[in-house]
C-alpha cells in the first residue's frame, strides 16, 4: 500500500449548479452550499478525504471566479492548491492540469485520486478504503482505474459501466474485489435498458477516478488530441492551457479511448445529488418521509422536499413537492419536473431573473 504522504487527491468544484435554483447561483454555486449536512458541500468532501491524502498533497480545481470563495471557506488549505480554471475547458483537461502539477511537485510516479465536490457518501470508512485500494491498483497496475458503484436501482439518469475480464482481486480494507479492465462505457439508457444493464452486472459511472499522474499524461497524449497539444505548448502557463485546450470529458477523451482502463466495484452508498428532489435520498427524511431543512411545519404531507431560508415554509396535505423558499422567491414544483430547471430558468423573462437574482444574492447567508 503507498504510504499517505504519496498519495494526492483532486476535488473538482467547478460549475455553478443550475439545477439548485434558486438557492444555488453562479456566485454561490451547489458544492458551496450546505445541502446535505450543516457544512457546504465542499467542505465535508474535503473532511472525508483527509485520511486518503493531506490538505498540502490535495487539489481543488474551481471557475476562477470561486477561487477567492474555496480559499476562503477553506483557510486551511494552501492558497496554491486551490487551481482557479481561467474558463471551463472540461474535466480531461481539468484533470490533466492536476496531473501536471502533481507530476511537477512530486514526481509522475505519485498516484492520484479524483473526485467531485458535490456528492454523497454514506459509510465514510469504505469510500475512503476504496479509493485508497483504487490508488495502489493504480500504481500496481500502471493503470487508469475507474470505481463503479455497485447500482442501489437501475437509474436511467445516469452513465454504466461494463466491467470486462478479470484482472486481480485487490483488498479493499479486510475484504476482497475483483479489479476488472472496462469493456464499455454506456451513456445514459432509458428506464428499461437500465434495469436490463443491472441484472447484467454493470456498474454505476460515478467519476472517481485513480491513477499515477504519468500514467494519465501518457494516456492524454496518446489518446486525446483535445487537450494533449495545449499541454505540449503550455505545460507552464495555466490560462494558455486552459485557452488553448478544447472542451471534452475525461470519459470521452480518454477513458473511452485507451486499453489501460480497468474498474474496481464500490460498494459505499454514493449519490451525485443532482436534483433537489435527490435530497430525499441523502436527507434525514421525518416519519413521513419528508426531507426538511430550515423551518418547515408540514402536516398530512410525504415525499416532499422543502428547503427554508429566512422564512418559514407551512405544507398541508401535499406529496411528492419540492418547494424551495428564500425571501424574494419561491420555487415550487414537482419531484419529477425538479431535474428540468435549466428550461425553466431559460424561459423567465429577463427582468423576472434579474429581480429574482438581486433578492438571493441580498438573502441572508449571501454577504462575501
Known sequence: MSAPRDRWAVVLAGGVGSRFW???TPERPKQLLPLISAKPMLEDTLERLAPVAPLERTLVLTNASLAD???KLVPTLPAGNVIAEPRPAGTAAALTWAANL???RSGGESPMVCVHADWAIGDVDLFRATLIAAADAAAANEALITVGIVPSWPDPGLGYIEPGEPVR???IGTSPAPLRRVARFIEKPDRVRAEALVNGGCLWNSGIFAWRAADLLTEIRAHCPEVAPALD????????FFAAARSIAIDHGVLERSKRVMVLPG???????????ALRTVRVQDASGNAPAGAVVLRDSSANVVHAEGTTVV???IEGLVIVSLPGVTLVTTAERAADLKSLLEALPPDVREKIARAVESGPGRAA
Open 69 to 71: 470563495a474555496v480559499r
Open 169 to 171: 482481486d485487490v483488498s
Open 267 to 277: 460498494r459505499f452508498p454514493w449519490s451525485d445529488v443532482g436534483t433537489w428532489a
Open 102 to 104: 502533481i507530476a511537477k
Open 22 to 24: 434558486p438557492l444555488s
Open 233 to 240: 505548448k503550455h505545460g507552464d502557463n495555466a490560462e494558455g
Open 315 to 317: 405544507g398541508y396535505g
